[in-house]
T-cell receptor
Framework: GAVVSQHPSWVICKSGTSVKIECRSL??????MFWYRQFPKQSLMLMAT?????????EQGVEKDKFLINHASLTLSTLTVTSAHPEDSSFYIC??????????????FGQGTRLTVV | GENVEQHPSTLSVQEGDSAVIKCTYS??????FPWYKQELGKRPQLIID?????GEKKDQRIAVTLNKTAKHFSLHITETQPEDSAVYFC??????????????FGAGTRLAVHP
C-alpha cells in the first residue's frame, strides 16, 4: 500500500532556531502533499497544500514566512518552522495523495513530528 | 470555505453494541467524504470513504451513509470491539479546492468500547 514517511518523529529545539521536517512518499508519486497541525486531543488543522514544482497554497491565518514549504520532487516535501517559539510546539503531520491511483482519493498520512520549542 | 461539524465528541459503548458518529458539512459542492481512525500516538488511517454519487457504502462491520440534500454523513460501526477504541475523524473535500482535493476535518470523536 501507499506509505508516507515523515522525519523526524520528534524534535526539541531552542526558541529562535529553525526546524526542518521531511515528508516522503516511499512507493508512489505525490504531486500534492498536505501539511497539518494537531494540538493535543484536537482535530487536524490544514496549514498548507504543497504542490510539486510550484509555490505552496497556505490556509488563512497561516504565516507563509514562518512555515516554509518546499516540494522539490514528486516524493519529497519539507516544512521548515523558522524562528520557532514555544507556541509553535505541536504535532505536525503530512499527508499525500497517490498521483497514479486516481480512484484512491483518500490521503495517506505520515507518522507525524512532535515539535517542542524550549 | 468548507466547515465540517462532528458529533458526538465522545462516545462510550459496550462491546458488541453499535456506534454511530455524525458529521455535517457546509459546502454543497463537496464531493468526497473519508473517515479516519487515529489511535493514540499514531497516524490517522483511512477506514472507509464515500463519494457524492453514492448513498451508502459498507465494509464488513463499518458503513458510511451520505445524505447530500441534508449535507450530512455518518459512520456506523456494528458489533464493536475493544480494538475499535480510538479517535475517529470525518472529513470533506470541497470541489473548489483547485483540484487538489484538500481535506477539511471534523473535530473528532473519541470512541471507547468497554468489554
Amino acid at each position: 500500500g501507499a506509505v508516507v514517511s515523515q522525519h523526524p518523529s520528534w524534535v526539541i529545539c531552542k526558541s529562535g532556531t529553525s526546524v526542518k521536517i521531511e515528508c516522503r512518499s516511499l512507493d508512489f508519486q505525490a504531486t500534492t502533499m498536505f501539511w497539518y497541525r494537531q494540538f493535543p486531543k484536537q482535530s487536524l488543522m490544514l496549514m498548507a497544500t504543497s504542490n510539486e514544482g510550484s509555490k505552496a497554497t497556505y490556509e488563512q491565518g497561516v504565516e507563509k514566512d514562518k512555515f516554509l514549504i518546499n516540494h522539490a520532487s514528486l516524493t519529497l516535501s519539507t516544512l521548515t518552522v523558522t524562528s520557532a517559539h514555544p507556541e509553535d510546539s505541536s504535532f505536525y503531520i503530512c499527508s499525500a495523495r497517490d498521483r497514479v491511483q486516481g480512484g484512491v482519493w483518500g490521503a495517506f498520512f505520515g507518522q507525524g513530528t512532535r515539535l517542542t520549542v524550549v | 470555505g468548507e466547515n465540517v461539524e462532528q458529533h458526538p465528541s465522545t462516545l462510550s459503548v459496550q462491546e458488541g453494541d453499535s456506534a454511530v458518529i455524525k458529521c455535517t458539512y457546509s459546502d454543497s459542492a463537496s464531493n468526497y467524504f473519508p473517515w479516519y481512525k487515529q489511535e493514540l500516538g499514531k497516524r490517522p488511517q483511512l477506514i472507509i470513504d464515500i463519494r457524492s454519487n453514492v448513498g451508502e457504502k459498507k465494509d464488513q462491520r463499518i458503513a458510511v451513509t451520505l445524505n447530500k440534500t441534508a449535507k450530512h454523513f455518518s459512520l456506523h460501526i456494528t458489533e464493536t470491539q475493544p480494538e475499535d477504541s480510538a479517535v475517529y475523524f470525518c472529513a470533506a473535500t470541497p470541489l473548489g479546492s483547485g483540484g487538489y482535493n484538500k481535506l477539511i476535518f471534523g473535530a473528532g470523536t473519541r470512541l471507547a468500547v468497554h468489554p
